[in-house]
């Protein structure tokens, strides 16, 4: 009987195969390591990557919101700066200030940057304000702005007191240098007329100043039209025509009223009392007449629709001759229509006319003539000041009607720009 026993390999051989096997596993121990560390390293990475992205998201939110509030102060009327790189304003864990740049033009440059943790971003912008005050110049016409010889417009702030020449001779000096002048056409100056401010033709016009006559401040033209708004007339139920008789006196109650034809015949006087809003068609002072309005309680509003008719020695003026507390509103369209007679003040050279208040005409071609002053703004189709005629620009008017009322703001240009920060950018 024959057993038969299994063969067995030679000794050499089972050790170079266990050597093998010890070789393969320390292969594969040492791959899996690397492996490990290899997915260890790139969760790292991926986390920090992923936080780095979270951090520079959360900096632009950061950066728009700065805009954000950066326009809103600009649309009523501050710089739009907020804060400083030196002191940023906190927002939540991160912080960021907006610097602002006043390119001219009515043009300003706005960069807000935040900074979270270690990420960091910056948006710009450039922004146009279009002025939704009407009461930015002292002379405006939209087709065009005519000044004769020794015309004059300056400026001066009801709020700090009543208008004085520099020297108090009583000729003609200049109280204040912010008389602006405006147009969105030409603007043509004759001999010996004066700005004391800036004369800024409109987009692609021109300023014509002839022989001596002055501009203190820029002639450069605007980068945009200015928007005439239309004039909405209250609809009110009317009352007939209101005359007050020469060398009497009336008053009129404050509230809403409406007359066909208003007059103040030669030497009348009449108050209103405000606030109030008068609508009539006709609107005539006769010379040496007064009318006096009483805003201790609120301005008024006189809209005009036809003929608006101010002769010689005439005064208008609130109580206390605030521009603020008077503004007439023209309807008149005497350059489509020349039947309709739209005059500032009719008279001879040594007139004595006054008006303390505002004047906006959006279709009406308007003459100053002689002599007359105006304190306050004036804005019609067509501004014509003829020779000795002053306008006193109020600036009270800007600040104080500004503040009631946000700029419309355009967005020129608008940008993410580059951060750096310690030589790193994002």
Same mark, same amino acid.
């Given at each position: 009987?024959?057993?038969?026993?299994?063969?067995?390999?030679?000794?050499?051989? @089972?050790?170079?195969?266990?050597?093998? $096997?010890?070789?393969?596993?320390?292969?594969?121990?040492?791959?899996?390591?690397?492996?490990?560390?290899?997915?260890?390293?790139?969760?790292?990475?991926?986390?920090? *990557?992923?936080?780095?992205?979270?951090?520079?998201?959360?900096?632009?939110?950061?950066?728009?919101?700065?805009?954000?509030?950066?326009?809103?102060?600009?649309?009523?009327?501050?710089?739009?700066?907020?804060?400083? *790189?030196?002191?940023?304003?906190?927002?939540?864990?991160?912080?960021?200030?907006?610097?602002?740049?006043?390119?001219?033009?009515?043009?300003? $440059?706005?960069?807000?940057?935040?900074?979270?943790?270690? $990420?960091?971003?910056?948006?710009?912008?450039?922004?146009?304000?279009?002025?939704?005050?009407?009461?930015?110049?002292?002379?405006?016409?939209?087709?065009?702005?005519?000044?004769? $010889?020794?015309?004059?417009?300056?400026?001066?702030?009801?709020?700090?007191?009543?208008?004085?020449?520099?020297?108090?001779?009583?000729?003609?000096?200049?109280?204040?240098?912010?008389?602006?002048?405006?147009?969105?056409?030409?603007?043509?100056?004759?001999?010996?007329?004066?700005?004391?401010?800036?004369?800024?033709?409109?987009?692609?016009?021109?300023?014509?100043?002839?022989?001596?006559?002055?501009?203190?401040?820029?002639?450069?033209?605007?980068?945009?039209?200015?928007?005439?708004?239309?004039?909405?007339?209250?609809?009110?139920?009317?009352?007939?025509?209101?005359?007050?008789?020469?060398?009497?006196?009336?008053?009129?109650?404050?509230?809403?009223?409406?007359?066909?034809?208003?007059?103040?015949?030669?030497?009348?006087?009449?108050?209103?009392?405000?606030?109030?809003?008068?609508?009539?068609?006709?609107?005539?002072?006769?010379?040496?007449?007064?009318?006096?309005? %009483?805003?201790?309680?609120?301005?008024?509003?006189?809209?005009?629709?036809?003929? !608006?008719?101010?002769?010689?020695?005439?005064?208008?003026?609130?109580?206390?001759? @605030?521009?603020? %507390?008077?503004?007439?509103?023209? *309807?008149?369209?005497?350059?489509?229509?020349?039947?309709? !007679?739209? %005059?500032?003040?009719?008279?001879?050279?040594?007139?004595?006319?006054?008006?303390?208040?505002?004047?906006?005409?959006?279709?009406?071609?308007?003459?100053?003539?002689?002599?007359?002053?105006?304190?306050?703004?004036?804005?019609?189709?067509?501004?014509?000041?003829?020779?000795?005629?002053?306008?006193?620009?109020?600036?009270?008017?800007?600040?104080?009607?500004?503040?009631?009322?946000?700029?419309?703001?355009?967005?020129?240009?608008?940008?993410?720009?580059? !951060?750096?920060?310690?030589?790193?950018?994002?």
């Amino acid at each position: 009987m024959r057993i038969f026993l299994p063969s067995r390999a030679p000794r050499g051989l @089972d050790r170079s195969r266990r050597g093998v $096997s010890l070789v393969l596993v320390v292969f594969a121990v040492t791959a899996v390591g690397v492996l490990a560390v290899s997915l260890v390293t790139l969760n790292a990475l991926s986390l920090r *990557e992923s936080r780095a992205s979270r951090e520079r998201l959360a900096a632009q939110y950061v950066a728009e919101a700065g805009m954000a509030l950066a326009y809103r102060d600009l649309a009523d009327g501050g710089t739009g700066a907020i804060a400083s *790189e030196q002191n940023p304003r906190p927002y939540g864990p991160a912080s960021f200030w907006v610097e602002s740049v006043d390119l001219g033009g009515n043009l300003t $440059s706005l960069t807000a940057t935040s900074l979270d943790d270690r $990420s960091g971003a910056r948006v710009q912008a450039v922004l146009r304000r279009n002025q939704s005050n009407l009461w930015a110049w002292g002379a405006f016409g939209d087709e065009g702005l005519t000044m004769d $010889s020794n015309a004059m417009v300056d400026s001066y702030n009801s709020s700090l007191g009543p208008y004085a020449d520099v020297n108090g001779s009583g000729n003609d000096t200049y109280a204040s240098s912010n008389g602006d002048v405006g147009s969105n056409g030409d603007i043509t100056l004759s001999q010996n007329s004066t700005v004391h401010g800036d004369a800024t033709p409109g987009v692609g016009g021109t300023i014509s100043v002839l022989g001596n006559a002055t501009v203190t401040g820029s002639t450069v033209s605007a980068t945009a039209p200015f928007d005439m708004p239309p004039l909405d007339v209250p609809s009110l139920p009317s009352s007939g025509p209101l005359t007050i008789a020469g060398g009497t006196t009336g008053t009129l109650a404050s509230g809403d009223h409406r007359f066909t034809n208003f007059e103040l015949e030669t030497g009348a006087t009449l108050t209103i009392t405000g606030p109030a809003t008068i609508v009539m068609n006709d609107f005539t002072m006769d010379s040496n007449s007064e009318l006096r309005v %009483d805003a201790s309680l609120g301005p008024v509003d006189i809209y005009v629709i036809d003929d !608006y008719v101010i002769n010689s020695n005439t005064l208008i003026a609130s109580t206390t001759y @605030d521009p603020l %507390d008077l503004r007439f509103y023209l *309807e008149s369209d005497n350059v489509l229509d020349p039947a309709i !007679y739209v %005059d500032v003040d009719e008279v001879d050279f040594d007139s004595n006319a006054q008006l303390y208040g505002t004047i906006y005409a959006p279709n009406a071609s308007i003459d100053i003539n002689s002599n007359f002053e105006l304190f306050g703004a004036i804005v019609a189709r067509r501004v014509h000041l003829d020779s000795n005629s002053k306008i006193h620009f109020d600036e009270n008017l800007l600040t104080a009607t500004q503040s009631s009322a946000q700029a419309d703001l355009v967005t020129m240009s608008w940008q993410v720009a580059p !951060y750096r920060a310690m030589g790193i950018t994002h």
